[in-house]
């Protein structure tokens, strides 16, 4: 599972790339998403390195949180089926139905 980050700027949620760097080496941003990433650029504010540290640690919980979730809602594959009970007698049929042909 991938983590999920909350832009701090205009609270959308979104998923940076993982390990927090964009193919072309750009770092990505952990408090901003890429459209706020690039205004907050632009106007010279560089990210809060505490911000940024407490943003992690969040997604980190919230998807340990989602994945105990996940794991204790999900069946476990090696339970059998459940079934009919078995019964020790056999089929019982009316007297009538096993007659001789006159």
């Given at each position: 599972m991938r983590l999920v980050f909350v832009c701090q700027e205009c609270t959308v949620?979104?998923?940076p790339p993982i390990g927090l760097r964009?193919?072309?080496g750009a770092a990505a941003s952990a408090v901003w998403c890429?459209?706020?990433?690039?205004?907050m650029r632009e106007r010279g504010v560089l990210e809060p390195a505490a911000l940024?540290?407490?943003a992690v640690i969040l997604a980190v919980r919230a998807m340990k949180a989602?994945?105990?979730?996940?794991?204790?809602?999900t069946?476990?594959?090696?339970?059998?089926p459940?079934?009919?009970?078995?019964?020790?007698?056999?089929r019982v049929r009316p007297g009538?139905?096993?007659s001789k042909l006159a």
């Open positions: 949620r979104y998923l964009y193919p072309d890429s459209g706020c990433q690039a205004v940024a540290a407490v989602a994945v105990t979730a996940r794991a204790s809602t069946p476990h594959p090696d339970r059998r459940s079934r009919p009970p078995r019964t020790s007698r056999g009538s139905t096993r």
